[in-house]
């Protein structure tokens, strides 16, 4: 083993894709030096696993500047964090007569699309089955 110099690469840790266009334009601001790999990049994994995306890398940093790298790297998930939960958004509660009514008129609807298939599809077989006497 060796001694780690300032140039040296290290593992920071895995991110996604969106975190990874933030991350770099924050650290190419801050003059870090960084490299992103794919993170399933050589590995065979057998098991699923939801919280790994395909799009998912692998951050590194010089080890001279891991500790800035650290810093700018929580803050910035802090702020994603902070954008992911947001506001939820406010759905307007439909009377309850109006709700009856539009499904209603839906059921109607989606009736009288299948009717016209079943009755354009007959139409179109009787004119080929007169063609064909």
Known sequence: MRIVNND????????DE??????????????????FENFGEG????L???????????LYVRYGDFSTAMGI???????IERERQGEPEEFEEMPRRKR????????VA?????????????????WIRGLMQ
Do not use: C, W
């Open 110 to 126: 989606f009736l009288l699309l299948v009717m016209l298939a079943v009755f354009g599809a007959d139409a179109i077989a009787n």
């Open 43 to 46: 590995r065979v994994s057998y």
């Open 8 to 15: 040296d690469f290290v593992l920071v840790h895995r991110v």
């Open 73 to 79: 790297a929580s803050q910035i998930e802090q702020e």
């Open 100 to 107: 009856i009514l539009v499904q209603s008129l839906s059921v």
């Open 48 to 58: 699923y696993d939801s919280e790994i995306m395909p799009t998912d890398k692998t």
């Open 18 to 35: 969106y975190t990874a266009q933030r991350l770099t334009s924050a650290f190419d601001d801050f003059s870090i030096g960084y490299q």
